[in-house]
């Protein structure tokens, strides 16, 4: 028998660190699209730990963290299309998905939000992540008004085509452990924004705003970003990764082959050998 | 244009009943499943107001409520395969639905927050449900752990297939304007429990236990839930309606004819005219 899972990969737009003696409650505020294009664990007793990443052994740090909370040895494959290091938080939806697969395979059943604070833990003690978790847990497009495993969360209806162009890698770590005081007063001016007009265009415009105020946009994405503009659409930076995300067919009719996806509704769910039923 | 949510059914297992003098903090807690079959509501701007369910003329009060709230003409129509009155939480469903594509058509911007608290707010009112909107906000299968449109919620990780059997209504606004002591008692040691154990089997367990505890199990349901534990299966009554639930293939193999289902993990969302993307 096998546990499976399924978790959305999530584009940040803004963010503000928040950081706290427990890792439970330390993470960030912030807004963000869980995308339809996410990452599958599945999970197998065994009788030594393995863990393969797209089919090769790897080393995920907070999946480890996870599993050593669990104890009993078991062999778990993490497969996704999305690029790792590109900000789509692919270490996070590793994490919580490993941690949603191995209870269930295991019979050591957790409630879903016991699962999102241990997911949420290991990513902030590894640097991993501070906030991909709750909104990978969560789907659709997620407001995260307070951080920590069990932050308040509001979102913004929404529904349509989402395109992404991956022009490289920003090392996380490195961000989150430099000086954040910058970032942070633009992610919560951002905030304020977005809860004033909670739209779809409010967020991409806010986190527009908030690449450049925090000093993160590279030339490479702001050229993509003022290239869909000229061509009538929107796009913003996904935080941290230097990855151009637009609405509909923004990338598309700029001239770019960005990859479609769609927003994900349904957030981090068990899933069947054959679907959902 | 046109404005159109999807909203899961939702089947309540076992809820206490918490009274306050705001109606958003009034509310229940408990558990229950959001399943796949749900209520369509599409909306569009209008002279004169007009509700159609199923292409017929309605006045579901909840929903006069939400479209008071915006104050300019729509109209309103909400589909759904769902019996009505049956315990789906159809009135929840088409009350938080109308809010979503109200608010979209209109571009009068929300947050999901606001509208399920719109929502909430109009089925308590109107003696219509307790629980059923945050519950199909949220989708999957949702235990509400405090009462009102902003309540602490978790879940249970689950997925696969559900039968339900229709076999009569009951008066949701009967049993809630009664004395719910007792009721209310059982509630929270079913919750409890399910804290404990958070599984489906234990959700199944705790609500057989509450409708017999609550007074509420009809003959015509136990015996159908008799039937499908004799051919080793596991059902529930769905409060409030003479409904019986099962999980996998229970009513089929004890010889009824369900109708067949699966968990809903996505939750109430905005759908384009031709899906998601």
């Known amino acids: 028998m096998a546990g499976r899972a399924v978790v959305p990969g999530h584009v940040t737009g803004f963010f503000s660190v928040h950081r706290a003696d427990d890792p439970a409650t330390t993470g960030s505020t912030g807004a963000g699209i869980a ?50 290091g590109a900000g789509f938080g692919v ?22 939000q ?19 978790v ?34 490289g890698d920003l090392s ?4 989150l452990t430099d ?14 924004r977005l809860r004033e007009t909670p739209t779809l265009d409010t967020l991409f415009d806010a986190a527009r705003e908030f690449a450049i105020e925090a000093d993160l946009l590279t030339p490479a994405v702001r050229e993509a970003i003022t290239a869909v503009e000229a061509a009538g659409g929107t796009a913003m930076m996904s935080m941290l990764g ?6 509909g067919t923004g990338l598309s009719d700029a001239g770019y082959e960005p990859t479609v996806t ?7 769910r068990l899933t069947g050998e054959s679907g959902d039923f």
């Open 242 to 247: 230097e990855t151009v995300i637009a609405r």
């Open 114 to 132: 016991t699962l999102i604070e241990l997911a949420h833990t290991a990513e902030v003690k590894a640097h991993t992540g501070l906030g991909d």
């Open 35 to 84: 995308i339809a294009d996410g990452v599958t664990v599945t999970v197998e007793q065994a009788d030594t730990r393995t863990v393969e990443l797209n089919g090769t052994a790897a080393t995920v740090d907070p999946v480890e963290t996870v599993l050593d909370a669990f104890g009993t040895p078991v062999r778990v494959e993490i497969e996704t299309a999305l690029p790792v």
């Open 179 to 192: 000086d954040t005081t910058r970032l942070s007063a633009a992610g919560t001016a951002a905030l304020d």
């Open 91 to 112: 270490s996070g939806a590793a994490t919580l998905g490993t941690a949603m697969a191995t209870a269930t395979v295991l019979d050591e059943p957790r409630s879903e």
């Open 172 to 175: 996380t770590a490195q961000v």
């Open 262 to 268: 769609g927003i994900d509704h349904a957030g981090a």
């Open 134 to 167: 709750v909104a990978q847990a969560r789907g659709g497009v997620p407001i995260r008004l307070a951080p920590g495993a069990a932050g308040a969360l509001d979102g913004i209806p929404a529904t349509g085509r989402i395109e992404y162009l991956a022009l």
